[in-house]
């Protein structure tokens, strides 16, 4: 008897086209979304990015974070910074802004990573809180007040309104499948299976030889470039930030991990599930006010309660599905 290591299974390949097929129809999307629908789909697919990252955090790594919207609202600065008062063209700014998080997020991990547990995430929190009063001082991007992207810089974008819409929303597209490709690649590889290790456990991933810190560090480093690329797009489609805005922690972090945690934490389809859940509770009960904040908070204590890993979770552990060819197996084979 041999064996074999292998990923693919009969619901990862039907997946595998299924995805392809949905990202041709959204690839269309300027021509039968119409502009109420792009805002939308634009606005579905930044909270996508949002909440993988979040899961390639706490569900992987084991990072439970309360304080990424920091780097929300400093890749949002820094596109309207470098757009105003450097002239570099929007778009441009979204992939500086990555870099800039990246080199911003190892001081940051150098303070946070000596902090455990619940302290981690408090110490997540408080460094959000001093980007935020630390942007707030900033008079150049009008201070406590915000700012706008100025309509020169806006119309310089594309020809007309129609074009600079159906760009944007392509960036958006691009932007989400170029940081879940990513994501997939590193959950393929060598750090794909210590995060795996990590998120089964991680006393058991240490004495196997897997370096805990090393692969923290730099999951950590990838989601705050990811995050701020993010950031820098929700921002460049609103026009204007300010910030209370840019680092919301409801907007960018308790809803985040409000559509992970029903989901699916711990698995890369959790948060399309969460994503898809939450925007057809949004559109259908948010007009109920409160009470449909009160109707969320009933979904999420209900399904963990009943369905700790989240919605994917509870349909993987009896079917063994998966969407994408991630999981590993160990398959037996004769001679």
């Known amino acids: 008897m041999t064996a074999s290591v292998t990923r693919a299974t009969r619901t990862s390949t039907i997946g595998v086209v299924v995805v392809a097929i949905a990202l041709v129809a959204l690839a269309l999307g300027p021509y039968w979304a119409g502009r109420d629908g792009m805002r939308l789909l634009i606005e579905a ?4 990015v949002l909440a993988s990252l979040w899961n390639l955090l706490a569900g992987y790594a084991g990072l439970v974070s309360v304080g990424q919207q920091a780097f ?3 890749g949002g600065y820094v596109l309207f910074a470098l757009a105003t008062l450097a002239g ?3 778009l441009l700014c979204i992939p500086l802004a990555g870099i800039i998080a990246a080199i911003v997020a190892i001081p940051v991990a150098a303070i946070t990573f000596r902090l455990r547990g619940a302290y981690f995430a408090i110490g997540s929190w408080v460094v959000a809180e001093v980007f935020r009063l630390g942007f707030s001082q900033v008079a150049a991007l009008g201070g406590g007040s915000g700012t706008s992207l100025p309509a020169a810089i ?5 020809a007309n309104r129609t074009a600079r819409e159906h760009l944007v929303y392509w960036v958006a597209l691009g932007l989400m499948v170029a940081i879940l490709g990513l994501i997939v ?3 393929r590889s060598r750090y794909g299976l210590a995060l795996t290790a990590l998120r089964d456990n991680e006393v058991a991933a240490r004495s196997n030889g897997v ?3 090393r692969t923290k560090l730099v999951v950590f480093i990838f989601a705050a470039a990811c995050t701020a690329m993010a950031g820098s797009l929700i921002f460049l489609q609103k026009l204007r930030i300010t910030p209370d805005a840019g680092f919301s922690v409801n907007d960018w972090t308790a ?11 711990g698995r890369f389809e959790g948060p399309f599930v969460g994503v898809v859940v939450f925007f057809l509770l949004r559109e259908t009960l948010s007009d109920l006010g409160s009470i449909y904040l009160m109707i969320l908070g009933a979904i999420a204590i209900l399904i963990m309660l009943k369905a700790p890993r989240g919605l994917w979770g509870f349909l993987a552990e009896r079917t063994d599905a998966q969407v994408l060819p991630l999981q590993r197996r160990v398959v037996a084979r004769g001679k």
């Open 45 to 48: 697919y930044t909270y996508l």
């Open 72 to 74: 929300v609202g400093l």
């Open 88 to 90: 570099v063209p929007p």
């Open 154 to 158: 806006v119309q310089g974008m594309a």
């Open 185 to 187: 690649a590193l959950l």
């Open 211 to 213: 370096d805990v810190e």
């Open 255 to 265: 809803l985040v991990i409000f559509i992970t945690v029903i989901g699916g934490i």
